[in-house]
């Protein structure tokens, strides 16, 4: 029990909460292999990188050494659909993409889970009709020279998108069904 000395309090609770929300999503094995018997400020942070490197299925980083940042892009088919769906249901409704209230929302929702710190920023691609696979993404940039990149906060922010998208997208799928069956009726 010496080796907790090397980490707070809160970083013991914090891996504990996290360890908690991948257990709820069915992923507690990518984050397993950092919680050990040693808690030490290097399994927080390993534990932090693993989680947010195992929340979307699609996951690329790279570390730019000319501006001492790391840039993060995630993607799923969850986040596809999403989008898809978004556009499907715009095109019901005669609405484009800059009035489409589900392509706002997800863009809010993401502005109220990544706008928490100068040294993180972020940009939400969603294409209603994409041209590739997993065109649509979220990418965040780490402005890791500051040295307060707050990784406990971007590995929250990316859980809570994950499970708003996966919400919002049954939503839409029910929204769509309705509008069918609404035009269908009305055709007839």
């Known amino acids: 029990m010496d080796d907790y000395d090397d980490i707070s309090f809160y970083d013991k609770w914090e891996m504990v ?3 908690k929300r991948f257990f709820d999503i069915g992923q507690y094995s990518d984050l397993a292999c950092s919680i050990d018997d040693e808690f030490v400020f290097d399994s927080w942070i390993q534990m932090m990188w693993n989680g947010i490197a195992s929340v979307f299925p699609i996951h ?5 050494e000319k501006y001492c940042s790391s840039l993060y892009v995630f993607s799923s088919d969850e986040v596809e659909n999403y989008f898809i769906n978004a ?3 715009g095109e019901l409704l005669g609405l484009n993409e800059d009035k489409n209230p589900f392509i706002q929302k997800a863009h809010n929702y993401a502005r109220r889970c990544f706008n928490f710190s100068y040294a993180v920023d972020w940009q939400l691609y969603g294409y209603t009709k994409p041209k590739r696979p997993y065109q649509s993404r979220l990418a965040i940039i780490a402005y890791e020279d500051s040295g307060d990149v707050p990784h406990s906060c971007i ?3 990316l859980l809570d998108m994950r499970q708003w998208i996966a919400m919002k997208n049954k939503e839409l799928s029910k929204k769509i069904e309705r509008i069918k069956l609404l035009k269908a009726g009305a055709a007839a």
């Open 60 to 64: 690329k980083d790279r570390f730019y």
């Open 17 to 19: 909460y996290f360890a």
């Open 87 to 89: 556009g499907i249901f």
């Open 155 to 157: 590995l929250e922010g």
